[in-house]
């Protein structure tokens, strides 16, 4: 994630010149000429968005200095394959709109190397989430396009027997076939996982548990002190949940349910003082080990409906930008926060200044509802300009057009598998 | 006051009564003139409470306002705003909020008869009567609101014994309201589906499904010196305005019956017993009103645990989607470890039901009456559709707008992707109109148990929006309070 502060006096020429790329307030025109994202064959989403310092005022209730801090523009995608080869395309094919971007920040002059720019302004990711690690792009467009064509062309009749459902699939196979040697179909074969990327996978697996055992005694000895200033923060820390200005919410809304996908963005300052820093810093690590080797095929807890996420920390550690691509609307979106994940978000957010009261870190907190609700709204930043790579297909799409897919090649089913199957069509 | 009591006689009847021996009924769509008058009159008129009464009166009046009324009765801003945001900015004034609710097309709000605009309602009176007895209410309620107001819209109502304008038995599922308060108040999660709802979720002051309360308008106490409101209870130092009140939405939803029927008819095939299938099926429970994921004594106790593919009862069958039944989590193995596998969504075939947010935070009480001539199935197949105006004045009510109303309206009965479905929204009131990545919402279907799902495509709108807005229906001292000069006052 690229995030670079403005040059003073350019925030409503960078607006003006994002809105340009859009075809409605927030939604990217895939080719604009600027950044034309759709021409990026590997990015699923990509988005740029201003944040500014406003509320930093929080600090001053906590009775803590306030640093102003510039507007910064941030600009993120989530892609398939390393980051920097991407990165390097972006710069081939949109080089010029990219210039004209950041020429509204901080530094950046005529003749500043474009790449070499956008890799000093990246900042490390603290934690991320996918979905589904390893479905691509090209993947999920093609298998939408063989589920339409499949959906389309299945007889819609009672399957009596499963010799009936087998012959029903052995005919849609031969006729996927048919339209693939002719060219109306492509279903490219999954490219194997590349080795280094598997060997920095089992690292990363052995590797933190190995840490956390080195530190587990030590953790140990120090865990009623630690206990205590949980305990004590949590019973003193000031909740600040206003309700957020009614000009401020319909900025937000305007974004929203245009298409099935929601994008989120929303930034807040680290509590202050060692304690929350480190517990922030540890449970990140943590979060992101979940992310990388549990949560890797569908779902994130009980939420299914979270395409990407993630967590980055700007300004030294003393802010979070957290960013999420979801399903549904902002209310269900909600909703699964409040009714299915509220210990997860607590965990991290009730590190950030102003939480909803929360008890041993996973109790209260977001579940007190209509406090959570105002507290991350008046959070929440509105994007300027957001893409998705694929509008109009949610996440239970894309499973199960995987799960299409692999039916489809696979013979060896079931008849109880092969009717499932034809279920899904 | 102490917790656990319930003031019946300061909560406006229709939160506890849907009046069905009132059988006829009129809704008063009024804007305010005369400042003056129309407090005079809002300070006296008699409402109906919630105690019982037997008889059942032969008259009962209820009444609620909007913002805009709020505003024109000279209400302080501060008290306003402290309403929730979206009673504050209303229905039909906010594009975002339109595509949200599917008030788009020919349901949007440019083309509605009243509640957007200039034509926004001030105050709805709402006149309830035994048969016969309405027209006398009626002129002498609009005979002492004279001077104070205009009436922008006068709502006719229909006697059609129970039965919404397509055929169906409606206003048979109502969530069960706690009078007693026997759920404990605190935030706790049921693992079973429950028709017994916190009195919270519908009346402000109380506490709500989350244990808590819901924001309402709380009064410094020296804005009410005679202590004419109730204390708050969560915060006894405090004049609770929103106390034994709710929020009501109406929407005049105007029903295309040929349409309907002719659709189901020619989708049938002309058979008359497919074609009672089919309409069971788009709305989940039978003309008569059996739900059709499975015969029970009780027609309102059951769920869809057992019907999981909705190979029963559709998934995007009406009832279904405005009200699918479920737990705040799905059901598993009883024992601490299948607890914890659910909870931390690592049980695969729990993930698989696990699509559709709790129901129990998005419960509604339904109080619509119909509207119109009905029309038996024989002349819907054989008229034509502009020759009939019927349909259904909607009314619901609920502690939170956002979490009930919207979000029913939104996530489950207009969304495309409701539990898991594709190319289709509620079959009764979906719009049509194509998604903006150029997918139809024009399709409906039933998944079978062997093979494909059936798919049926071309569904025409049904229902069309012709006006709706917001309103606070107060508690009966609430009410006294705003028509006060006491709520005029800055703090
Ligand atoms: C003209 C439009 C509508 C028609 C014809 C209609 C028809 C029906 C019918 C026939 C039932 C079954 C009777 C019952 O269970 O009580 C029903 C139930 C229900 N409807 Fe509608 N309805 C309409 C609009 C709406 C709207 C706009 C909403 C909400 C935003 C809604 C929410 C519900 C709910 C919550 C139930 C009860 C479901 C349950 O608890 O099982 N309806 N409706």
Same mark, same amino acid.
């Given at each position: 994630?690229?995030?670079?502060?403005?040059?003073?006096?350019?925030?409503?020429?960078?607006?003006?010149?994002?809105?340009?790329?859009?075809?409605?307030?927030? &939604?990217?025109?895939?080719?604009?000429?600027?950044?034309?994202?759709?021409?990026?064959?590997?990015?699923?989403?990509?988005?740029?968005?201003?944040?500014?310092?406003?509320?930093?005022?929080?600090?001053?209730?906590?009775?803590?200095?306030?640093?102003?801090?510039?507007?910064?523009?941030?600009?993120?995608?989530?892609?398939?394959?390393?980051?920097?080869?991407?990165?390097?395309?972006?710069?081939?094919?949109?080089?010029?709109?990219?210039?004209?971007?950041?020429?509204?920040?901080?530094?950046?002059?005529?003749? &500043?190397?474009?790449?070499?720019?956008?890799?000093?302004?990246?900042?490390?990711?603290?934690?991320?989430?996918?979905?589904?690690?390893?479905? &691509?792009?090209?993947?999920?467009?093609?298998?939408?396009?063989?589920?339409?064509?499949?959906?389309?062309?299945?007889?819609?009749?009672?399957?009596?027997?499963?010799?009936?459902?087998?012959?029903?699939?052995?005919?849609?196979?031969?006729?996927?076939?048919?339209?693939?040697?002719?060219?109306?179909?492509?279903?490219?074969?999954?490219?194997?996982?590349?080795?280094?990327?598997?060997?920095?996978?089992?690292?990363?697996?052995?590797?933190?548990?190995?840490?956390?055992?080195?530190?587990?005694?030590?953790?140990?000895?120090?865990?009623?002190?630690?206990?205590?200033?949980?305990?004590?923060?949590?019973?003193?820390?000031?909740?600040?949940?206003?309700?957020?200005?009614?000009?401020?919410?319909?900025?937000?809304?305007?974004?929203?349910?245009?298409?099935?996908?929601?994008?989120?963005?929303?930034?807040?300052?680290?509590?202050?003082?060692?304690?929350?820093?480190?517990?922030?810093?540890?449970?990140?690590?943590?979060?992101?080990?979940?992310?990388?080797?549990?949560?890797?095929?569908?779902?994130?807890?009980?939420?299914?409906?979270?395409?990407?996420?993630?967590?980055?920390?700007?300004?030294?550690?003393?802010?979070?930008?957290?960013?999420?691509?979801?399903?549904?609307?902002?209310?269900?979106?909600?909703?699964?926060?409040?009714?299915?994940?509220?210990?997860?978000?607590?965990?991290?957010?009730?590190?950030?200044?102003?939480?909803?009261?929360?008890?041993?870190?996973?109790?209260?907190?977001?579940?007190?509802?209509?406090?959570?609700?105002?507290?991350?709204?008046?959070?929440?930043?509105? &994007?300027?300009?957001?893409?998705?790579?694929?509008?109009?297909?949610?996440?239970?799409?894309?499973?199960?057009?995987?799960?299409?897919?692999?039916?489809?090649?696979?013979?060896?089913?079931?008849?109880?598998?092969?009717?499932?199957?034809?279920?899904?069509? | 006051?102490?917790?656990?009591?319930?003031?019946?006689?300061?909560?406006?009847?229709?939160?506890?009564?849907?009046?069905?021996?009132?059988?006829?009924?009129?809704?008063?769509?009024?804007?305010?003139?005369?400042?003056?008058?129309?407090?005079?009159?809002?300070?006296?008129?008699?409402?109906?409470?919630?105690?019982?009464?037997?008889?059942?009166?032969?008259?009962?009046?209820?009444?609620?306002?909007?913002?805009?009324?709020?505003?024109?009765?000279?209400?302080?801003?501060?008290?306003?705003?402290? +309403?929730?945001?979206?009673?504050?900015?209303?229905?039909?004034?906010?594009?975002?909020?339109?595509?949200?609710?599917?008030?788009?097309?020919?349901?949007?709000?440019?083309?509605?008869?009243?509640?957007?605009?200039?034509?926004?309602?001030?105050?709805?009176?709402?006149?309830?009567?035994?048969?016969?007895?309405?027209?006398?209410?009626?002129?002498?309620?609009?005979?002492?609101?004279?001077?104070?107001?205009?009436?922008?819209?006068?709502?006719?109502?229909?006697?059609?014994?129970?039965?919404?304008?397509?055929?169906?038995?409606?206003?048979?599922?109502?969530?069960?309201?706690?009078?007693?308060?026997?759920?404990?108040?605190?935030?706790?999660?049921?693992?079973?589906?429950?028709?017994?709802?916190?009195?919270?979720?519908?009346?402000?002051?109380?506490?709500?499904?989350?244990?808590?309360?819901?924001?309402?308008?709380?009064?410094?106490?020296?804005?009410?010196?005679?202590?004419?409101?109730?204390?708050?209870?969560?915060?006894?130092?405090?004049?609770?305005?929103?106390?034994?009140?709710?929020?009501?939405?109406?929407?005049?939803?105007?029903?295309?019956?040929?349409?309907?029927?002719?659709?189901?008819?020619?989708?049938?095939?002309?058979?008359?017993?497919?074609?009672?299938?089919?309409?069971?099926?788009?709305?989940?429970?039978?003309?008569?009103?059996?739900?059709?994921?499975?015969?029970?004594?009780?027609?309102?106790? +059951?769920?869809?645990?057992?019907?999981?593919?909705?190979?029963?009862?559709?998934?995007?069958?009406?009832?279904?989607?405005?009200?699918?039944?479920?737990?705040?989590?799905?059901?598993?193995?009883?024992?601490?470890?299948?607890?914890?596998?659910?909870?931390?969504?690592?049980?695969?075939?729990?993930?698989?039901?696990?699509?559709?947010?709790?129901?129990?935070?998005?419960?509604?009480?339904?109080?619509?009456?119909?509207?119109?001539?009905?029309?038996?199935?024989?002349?819907?197949?054989?008229?034509?559709?502009?020759?009939?105006?019927?349909?259904?004045?909607?009314?619901?009510?609920?502690?939170?707008?956002?979490?009930?109303?919207?979000?029913?309206?939104?996530?489950?009965?207009?969304?495309?992707? +409701?539990?898991?479905?594709?190319?289709?929204?509620?079959?009764?009131?979906?719009?049509?109109?194509?998604?903006?990545?150029?997918?139809?919402?024009?399709?409906?279907?039933?998944?079978?148990?062997?093979?494909?799902?059936?798919?049926?495509?071309?569904?025409?709108?049904?229902?069309?929006?012709?006006?709706?807005?917001?309103?606070?229906?107060?508690?009966?001292?609430?009410?006294?309070?705003?028509?006060?000069?006491?709520?005029?006052?800055?703090?």
């Amino acid at each position: 994630m690229l995030v670079a502060p403005l040059a003073a006096g350019r925030e409503a020429s960078l607006r003006a010149l994002l809105a340009t790329m859009n075809v409605t307030p927030g &939604t990217a025109d895939p080719h604009n000429p600027i950044v034309p994202f759709a021409a990026i064959e590997r990015l699923h989403y990509a988005r740029l968005v201003l944040l500014d310092d406003a509320l930093q005022v929080d600090l001053d209730m906590l009775g803590v200095p306030r640093p102003r801090l510039p507007t910064v523009l941030s600009f993120m995608g989530d892609c398939d394959g390393p980051a920097h080869e991407v990165l390097a395309e972006l710069v081939q094919r949109a080089g010029e709109g990219l210039r004209s971007i950041f020429a509204h920040c901080e530094g950046f002059v005529a003749d &500043t190397d474009l790449l070499a720019w956008m890799q000093a302004h990246d900042r490390p990711i603290a934690a991320s989430y996918v979905n589904w690690v390893g479905r &691509t792009v090209r993947q999920i467009k093609e298998e939408s396009a063989l589920q339409r064509v499949l959906s389309a062309t299945i007889s819609r009749v009672a399957v009596n027997s499963g010799a009936q459902a087998r012959a029903l699939h052995a005919e849609l196979r031969s006729f996927v076939n048919t339209e693939a040697r002719a060219g109306r179909l492509v279903l490219t074969p999954d490219a194997p996982t590349p080795f280094m990327w598997r060997v920095a996978k089992l690292a990363h697996l052995l590797l933190v548990p190995l840490v956390g055992l080195l530190f587990l005694p030590i953790l140990i000895v120090l865990s009623p002190l630690l206990i205590y200033l949980l305990r004590t923060r949590e019973t003193t820390d000031p909740e600040i949940c206003p309700r957020p200005q009614a000009k401020a919410l319909g900025e937000l809304q305007v974004l929203e349910d245009i298409d099935v996908s929601n994008q989120y963005t929303a930034i807040g300052a680290v509590k202050p003082g060692l304690f929350r820093r480190w517990l922030v810093s540890v449970l990140l690590v943590l979060i992101n080990y979940a992310c990388r080797h549990v949560f890797t095929c569908g779902f994130l807890a009980r939420v299914q409906t979270i395409h990407f996420a993630r967590w980055v920390f700007i300004d030294d550690k003393t802010r979070v930008i957290f960013t999420s691509n979801y399903d549904g609307s902002h209310q269900g979106y909600m909703d699964d926060f409040i009714n299915k994940v509220a210990w997860g978000l607590n965990l991290v957010f009730s590190n950030g200044v102003g939480w909803p009261r929360t008890r041993w870190l996973i109790l209260g907190g977001a579940r007190i509802e209509q406090d959570f609700k105002r507290y991350q709204r008046r959070h929440q930043v509105p &994007t300027q300009v957001w893409y998705k790579a694929y509008p109009g297909l949610s996440l239970h799409d894309l499973t199960r057009n995987q799960r299409i897919r692999e039916g489809l090649e696979n013979t060896q089913m079931s008849d109880a598998q092969t009717l499932a199957w034809l279920r899904l069509l | 006051m102490s917790a656990g009591t319930v003031e019946l006689d300061d909560i406006q009847g229709l939160l506890r009564f849907g009046y069905k021996h009132q059988t006829q009924a009129s809704f008063l769509l009024l804007q305010i003139k005369d400042r003056e008058a129309a407090r005079a009159w809002l300070a006296s008129v008699p409402v109906t409470s919630a105690v019982t009464a037997v008889p059942s009166p032969d008259t009962a009046l209820q009444l609620a306002l909007s913002r805009e009324g709020l505003q024109a009765l000279g209400v302080a801003d501060d008290i306003v705003n402290a +309403f929730s945001p979206e009673f504050v900015s209303g229905l039909g004034s906010d594009a975002s909020q339109s595509r949200r609710l599917g008030d788009v097309g020919a349901s949007a709000p440019e083309r509605w008869q009243w509640g957007a605009g200039q034509k926004v309602p001030h105050v709805l009176v709402m006149l309830y009567a035994q048969p016969g007895r309405l027209a006398a209410f009626q002129q002498a309620i609009e005979a002492q609101c004279a001077n104070g107001f205009d009436t922008l819209v006068s709502l006719a109502t229909s006697e059609m014994d129970g039965i919404e304008p397509f055929g169906f038995v409606d206003g048979i599922s109502q969530p069960k309201l706690d009078w007693e308060r026997t759920r404990a108040v605190r935030d706790q999660e049921q693992l079973a589906y429950s028709n017994l709802s916190c009195l919270g979720e519908y009346l402000l002051g109380y506490p709500n499904e989350y244990g808590g309360y819901t924001d309402r308008p709380l009064l410094d106490p020296q804005r009410d010196p005679q202590a004419l409101l109730p204390r708050a209870e969560d915060l006894p130092a405090q004049a609770d305005l929103g106390r034994n009140g709710s929020y009501l939405v109406l929407r005049q939803l105007r029903q295309d019956v040929p349409g309907f029927w002719q659709f189901v008819n020619a989708q049938a095939g002309g058979d008359a017993a497919a074609r009672e299938r089919l309409a069971a099926a788009m709305v989940g429970r039978t003309r008569q009103g059996e739900p059709v994921v499975a015969s029970t004594q009780d027609i309102n106790a +059951f769920d869809y645990q057992a019907d999981p593919h909705g190979m029963r009862c559709p998934l995007g069958a009406h009832v279904r989607r405005a009200n699918p039944r479920n737990a705040d989590l799905p059901s598993g193995e009883p024992g601490l470890v299948s607890w914890l596998k659910r909870t931390l969504g690592l049980d695969a075939q729990a993930r698989e039901q696990d699509r559709v947010a709790s129901t129990r935070f998005h419960r509604m009480l339904r109080r619509g009456r119909a509207y119109g001539a009905p029309v038996s199935i024989d002349r819907a197949l054989s008229g034509a559709a502009s020759s009939f105006d019927t349909g259904l004045h909607f009314i619901c009510l609920g502690a939170n707008l956002a979490r009930q109303f919207e979000f029913v309206q939104s996530a489950w009965l207009a969304s495309t992707r +409701f539990d898991g479905l594709r190319n289709e929204s509620d079959p009764l009131l979906g719009t049509r109109e194509p998604a903006v990545d150029g997918s139809p919402t024009n399709e409906f279907s039933l998944p079978q148990p062997e093979g494909p799902a059936q798919r049926l495509s071309g569904l025409p709108q049904f229902v069309t929006v012709l006006g709706g807005a917001y309103f606070f229906l107060p508690g009966i001292r609430a009410l006294r309070y705003l028509a006060s000069a006491r709520s005029q006052g800055s703090p």
